[in-house]
């Protein structure tokens, strides 16, 4: 079955919904934010912007989208379609992946100019957006509404932001919470987003490729899995 009109109408809803247009109006303030900085201080929040893109919006707005088909009946009349639900969560974050990548490059372009390196960037949304948007979706599956869904994962966003309080604060953190950091689904993210702006080991980048995607299968069969057929039932 041929799924790219499935990508086009995941995408017309994205845009009917806001999230598109909330993309370009976060990246025009992140552009704002870093013209106003110092050069130095814009180059150390770079990466930090760069995750944001997948780790943050890809988490937020892929449950709050998937709350909002639950209110139209349209996650309910995927299990009566012919397409399997993973397609359905397969386009939803693969979209969500494309417009955080042209607002992580966009926002990249407008601090340093052509001073970056795609690749990275691109598989720093992937390894965030793929982990980030499946848990969110899992999320939103069990919470079912926007609202209960923005205050329920807060405590799940404070996990997956740890990288980037390490980044920050290291010498002021406990060591314990430095290394639960570590672990976290967007550890991964992190280190490929300063991969597109400075240096990282090469060994450092391929362990955390990999660790997002063991974190992507385990989102997919021991978080998302469930929640799909929780809803199913329902």
């Known amino acids: ?16 919904h806001g999230f598109a247009a909330a993309y370009l109006v976060v990246a025009l303030v992140y552009a704002a934010v870093l013209s106003a900085l110092p050069q130095t201080w814009a180059d150390a929040a770079m990466p930090v912007l760069a995750w ?9 707005f892929a449950g709050a989208s998937v709350c909002l088909d639950l209110a139209q009946g349209t996650f309910r009349a995927l299990f ?21 990548f042209g607002m992580a490059v966009a926002v990249s372009l407008s601090s340093r100019g052509l001073e970056f390196r795609p690749l990275p960037l691109a598989v720093s949304v992937l390894a965030g957006g793929s982990p980030s948007s499946l848990i969110g979706a899992a999320l939103a599956l069990r919470l079912r509404t926007v609202n209960r869904f923005l205050v329920g994962t807060i405590p799940v966003f404070l996990i997956l932001s740890l990288p980037v309080l390490r980044y920050a604060a290291e010498p002021w953190i406990p060591g314990w919470l430095a ?13 490929w987003a300063r991969a597109a702006y400075a240096a990282v080991p090469g060994g450092e980048l391929t362990a955390g490729a990999a660790a997002a995607l063991a974190w992507t299968a385990a989102a997919s069969v021991l978080i998302l899995g469930p929640a799909a057929r929780a809803a199913e039932g329902e």
């Open 179 to 191: 290394s639960l950091s570590r672990w976290t689904p967007t550890e991964g993210s992190f280190l």
């Open 52 to 60: 944001s893109d997948a780790a943050f919006f890809c988490f937020f």
């Open 1 to 16: 079955m041929n799924i790219f009109p499935f990508f086009r109408n995941d995408f017309r809803l994205l845009w009917r």
């Open 80 to 100: 009566v379609s012919p397409l399997r639900p993973w397609t359905y969560f397969l386009v939803k974050a693969a979209n969500l992946s494309i417009l955080s």
